[in-house]
């Protein structure tokens, strides 16, 4: 293990600002499977700060404010533009994860499909744009 890093459950965490940051912590459940480990409501309708766990992994995230970080990391501008940064998800169950997000109301992107490089995946948009990928390739098992 790097020297700098930690030895804990899981070293890197994707952070996510939602407008309605309420709602999305309700359809990442519904249509993902993350379940909320810690909500903190602001006091004002959003949430100061949420993690939401899948697996051994995590995504934080917390309503759009105009803040110092904030001013850094904000929603999408375009939500059918393009994204800078996506996060992976490994499931055991691409196609089946892919109906339920679906059901959810997902926009899919990239439906389920086998990769040259091994796996299947399938690339989806939720409803604030953010870009997601869930596959079942482990790059911890190709080293």
Do not use: K
């Given at each position: 293990?790097?020297?700098?890093?930690?030895?804990?459950?899981?070293?890197?965490?994707?952070?996510?600002?939602?407008?309605?940051?309420?709602?999305?912590?309700?359809?990442?459940?519904?249509?993902?499977?993350f379940e909320p480990r810690l909500?903190?409501?602001?006091?004002?309708?959003?949430?100061?700060?949420?993690?939401?766990?899948?697996?051994?992994?995590?995504?934080?995230?917390?309503?759009?404010?105009?803040?110092?970080?904030?001013?850094?990391?904000?929603?999408?501008?375009?939500?059918?533009?393009?994204?800078?940064?996506?996060?992976?998800?490994?499931?055991?169950?691409?196609?089946?994860?892919?109906?339920?997000?679906?059901?959810?109301?997902?926009?899919?992107?990239?439906?389920?499909?086998?990769?040259?490089?091994?796996?299947?995946?399938?690339?989806?948009?939720?409803?604030?744009?953010?870009?997601?990928?869930?596959?079942?390739?482990?790059?911890?098992?190709?080293?």
């Amino acid at each position: 293990m790097n020297d700098t890093a930690r030895d804990t459950t899981a070293t890197i965490i994707p952070t996510l600002r939602y407008r309605d940051a309420p709602a999305a912590v309700d359809w990442l459940s519904q249509a993902f499977g993350f379940e909320p480990r810690l909500v903190v409501p602001d006091g004002e309708g959003g949430i100061a700060h949420a993690q939401l766990v899948f697996g051994n992994g995590m995504v934080m995230l917390g309503s759009a404010r105009d803040d110092d970080f904030g001013r850094l990391q904000a929603p999408l501008a375009d939500p059918a533009g393009p994204v800078s940064q996506s996060p992976y998800v490994i499931v055991a169950d691409v196609d089946g994860h892919h109906d339920r997000a679906v059901a959810a109301g997902a926009e899919i992107v990239s439906p389920p499909a086998d990769q040259d490089y091994g796996g299947r995946l399938y690339s989806c948009r939720d409803p604030e744009g953010n870009l997601w990928h869930f596959g079942c390739y482990d790059p911890w098992e190709t080293a």
